[in-house]
């Protein structure tokens, strides 16, 4: 009985595993969505959004005080992912625009903070001693 | 009650370091508790209408029929009213499979924008008084989400509006089962606070909101895509290119909602117009290419699908397929040699 399922079985499996292999190499070749095009766009101009804030002069003070310099803080940002840049520039919305002195060294503090929590989770620093990276 | 202390008359009496201390304290905490105290006011404070400048001081949208609710029909009733305004027949019956959660008792707002993208309306989220007078001004019904009760014991329930009045200080729905209610706007604003000032609009995709903002209406066209509603879709890009007529985005919306529909003349102009606005992003060659291809120039597609892998950019695997799958193709029959 198990000799006789057993043939068609394997042959069927072997189908369908060769299916499967088919399916994942010809993904790629295609036109690219709206929806695609609508996020990368959104994508630059939050990293934009993001990179301009630490360019700010009160920005690279505390960065300063980080003891990272502004280069290697562009660099950080380029290589986070949407969902970390969005988060980045949810907390930017929540800083007072342009307000007295000591709110946007409080903001730049706090912001700073994150990026360099995001980057140090990742495996990209490591300024915080209680952060374990990912990898 | 606290305020006396910190009179002139009550510092003079605030000799002894303990008051003096209490006081400070009590400053301190006023202080503290001023921006929570502020803000509670002016949640309470500001309960007539805005009057934004360019608005009229009422408005009535025609043409907006009423369908009475069943019970807890209100999402599908308020749908129905929107599309058949919009120039959509359809019953209120018709759209409760694809707006009504039954396990919800209610219908949830991703349901009324999914439903209205279904029937091949744009749906567009706006959020505020000023931009709600602004629609029903410009004689676009709103459908608003609000709740009837308590944050604590919600009743939620969606209306649609069609009109206001300044000088009565009103806001006319069509609500439940009432068709042009008449409500004091300090009422509806309380009610519709509790939803953070959510309103949908759902139009024609060839007519932009009034206070439409080029992004959220391309995410809005782009919505159309995704139920296969390239007609409409295409339109609604088109519509944003009249206003942004270098609206990237827009110029790649139009060329992938043209290729669905099989016009494909239109679609390779509308990603060349895309190249042209960014020449140095790879996207609208990839599809470019895909266009060409499909129109038999396979010499013109071969550049552009090279032309993009050559820009790179985080879709460069995707670039790189594309050109070799039309690599991999067989070079077209040699039809015209032979007739030669």
Same mark, same amino acid.
């Given at each position: 009985m198990l000799q006789k399922i057993i043939k068609p079985m394997s042959f069927f499996l072997v189908f369908s595993f060769l299916l499967l292999d088919v399916s994942v190499h010809?993904?790629?070749?295609?036109?690219?969505?709206?929806?695609?095009?609508?996020?990368?766009?959104?994508?630059?101009?939050?990293?934009?959004?993001?990179?301009?804030?630490?360019?700010?002069?009160?920005?690279?003070?505390?960065?300063?005080?980080?003891?990272?310099?502004?280069?290697?803080?562009?660099?950080?940002?380029?290589?986070?992912?949407?969902?970390?840049?969005?988060?980045?520039?949810?907390?930017?919305?929540?800083?007072?625009?342009g307000?007295?002195?000591?709110?946007?060294?409080v903001g730049a503090a706090v912001l700073i903070f994150l990026v360099l929590l995001i980057t140090d989770i990742l495996g990209f620093t490591h300024v915080f001693s209680f952060v374990k990276p990912q990898r | 009650m606290f305020f006396p202390l910190l009179s002139p008359n009550a510092k003079r009496r605030e000799?002894?370091?303990? !008051?003096? #201390? +209490?006081?400070?304290?009590? %400053?301190?905490?006023?202080?503290?508790t001023l921006p929570l105290v502020l803000s509670g006011c002016a949640a309470l404070s500001t309960r007539s209408l805005p009057q934004?400048?360019?608005?009229?001081?009422?408005? !009535?949208? #025609? +043409?907006?029929?009423?369908? %009475?609710?069943?019970?807890?029909?209100?999402g599908p009733a308020s749908l129905a009213m929107a599309l058949n305004w919009s120039g959509v027949v359809v019953q209120p019956s018709e759209l409760t499979p694809e707006v009504f959660t039954p396990g919800l008792k209610g219908s949830l707002q991703s349901g009324l924008i999914g439903s209205a993208r279904r029937h091949g309306r744009v749906a567009y989220p706006i959020a505020g008084s000023e931009a709600l007078l602004a629609e029903v001004a410009a004689g676009n019904p709103v459908i608003v989400l609000v709740n009837l009760a308590f944050s604590w014991y919600p009743k939620w329930h969606y209306g649609v509006v069609i009109g206001f009045d300044q000088g009565r200080d009103e806001v006319i729905l069509h609500s439940g089962l009432i068709a042009n209610e008449h409500l004091g706007s300090e009422v509806f604003l309380n009610i519709w606070q509790r939803s953070e000032y959510w309103g949908l609009l759902v139009l024609p995709?060839?007519?932009?909101?009034?206070?439409?903002?080029?992004e959220p209406w391309l995410e809005a066209v782009a919505g159309l895509e995704r139920?296969?509603?390239?007609?409409?879709?295409?339109?609604?890009?088109?519509?944003?290119?009249?206003?942004?007529?270098?609206?990237?985005?827009?110029?790649?919306?139009?060329?992938?909602?043209?290729?669905?529909?099989?016009n494909l003349a239109g679609s390779a102009e509308a990603f060349r117009r895309a190249t042209r606005l960014q020449p140095k992003n790879g996207i609208p060659f990839n599809n470019l290419a895909q266009v060409l291809n499909k129109q038999g120039k396979r010499k013109e597609a071969l550049a552009a699908a090279q032309r993009a892998v050559d820009l790179g950019g985080p879709l460069v695997d995707n670039f790189r397929h594309t050109l070799e799958e039309i690599k991999a193709q067989p070079a077209p029959t040699n039809k015209p040699r032979r007739k030669k």
């Open positions: 010809t993904a790629k070749a295609r036109m690219i969505d709206t929806d695609t095009v609508i996020a990368a766009q959104q994508k630059e101009a939050i990293q934009a959004r993001v990179t301009a804030f630490l360019g700010r002069e009160d920005a690279r003070k505390v960065m300063e005080q980080h003891g990272v310099d502004a280069v290697e803080a562009q660099k950080r940002v380029a290589s986070l992912s949407d969902a970390e840049l969005a988060k980045i520039s949810q907390a930017m919305e929540q800083l007072p625009a307000g007295d002195g000591l709110g946007t060294v | 000799q002894s370091r303990f !008051l003096q #201390a +209490g006081n400070r304290m009590i %400053a301190g905490l006023l202080f503290l934004p400048p360019n608005v009229p001081g009422k408005a !009535l949208v #025609a +043409g907006v029929p009423f369908f %009475a609710q069943d019970e807890l029909q209100c995709p060839e007519r932009l909101p009034a206070t439409v903002e080029e139920t296969g509603q390239w007609q409409g879709a295409a339109a609604g890009y088109g519509a944003a290119l009249k206003r942004w007529p270098k609206s990237f985005a827009a110029w790649m919306g139009l060329g992938n909602s043209r290729y669905s529909l099989d």
